[in-house]
C-alpha cells in the first residue's frame, strides 16, 4: 500500500516536521559550540583573553568533537536536511584540519584555514536553503587595517 506522506524532491518519503526541526537543531547546536570556541581563540588572537595556542587547541578538541556528533546526525538527518548535516559535518572537519596544521606549525596552515572558510560559506548556504532559524552565517573576512600598515 503506497504511504500517503509525501515525498521530497528525491523521491523518498518526506520528513515530518518534528524530524526537520530536531535534526536542524541538533546540527545548528554543534555548529554554535564550535562557533563559540572559535569566538574565544578570536579573542585571544586580539589579546583580549587568553592564550592563542590554548584556544587553538580548544578549538581542534571541539571541532573533532563536534564532528563525530555531526557525523551521527548527518547519517539520521531526513532527506531535507542531509545537504545541511553534510556540509556542517564537513566544515567541523576543516576546522579541525586547519587547527591541527596551525599548531603542528605546517607550511599548509593558511590553505586549510581557507578551506574550512569555504566548507563554512557552503553550511550558511545550506543552512539558507533549508531557511534555518535562528541562523546567523559569518560576516565575509576583510582584513584589518592594521594588516595594511605592516
Request: charged share 30%; proline share 7%; aromatic share 4%.
Amino acid at each position: 500500500m503506497p504511504s500517503s506522506r509525501p515525498s521530497c524532491s528525491l523521491g523518498w518519503p518526506a520528513a515530518e516536521p518534528a524530524e526537520v526541526k530536531k535534526s536542524t537543531t541538533d546540527i545548528r547546536t554543534s555548529v554554535e559550540h564550535l562557533r563559540e570556541a572559535i569566538d574565544e581563540e578570536t579573542k585571544a588572537v586580539k589579546g583580549e583573553r587568553g592564550d592563542v595556542r590554548a584556544q587553538a587547541e580548544n578549538v581542534r578538541l571541539v571541532a573533532r568533537i563536534e564532528s563525530t556528533n555531526l557525523t551521527k546526525y548527518a547519517s539520521r538527518a531526513p532527506a531535507e536536511t542531509q545537504h545541511f548535516a553534510n556540509a556542517a559535518k564537513s566544515w567541523a572537519e576543516s576546522v579541525a584540519t586547519a587547527r591541527e596544521a596551525m599548531l603542528s606549525d605546517q607550511e599548509t596552515s593558511a590553505i586549510a584555514l581557507a578551506d574550512s572558510i569555504t566548507e563554512e560559506r557552503f553550511m550558511d548556504s545550506a543552512a539558507a536553503d533549508l531557511h534555518v532559524t535562528p541562523w546567523t552565517p559569518r560576516p565575509p573576512w576583510t582584513p584589518s587595517p592594521e594588516a595594511d600598515s605592516e
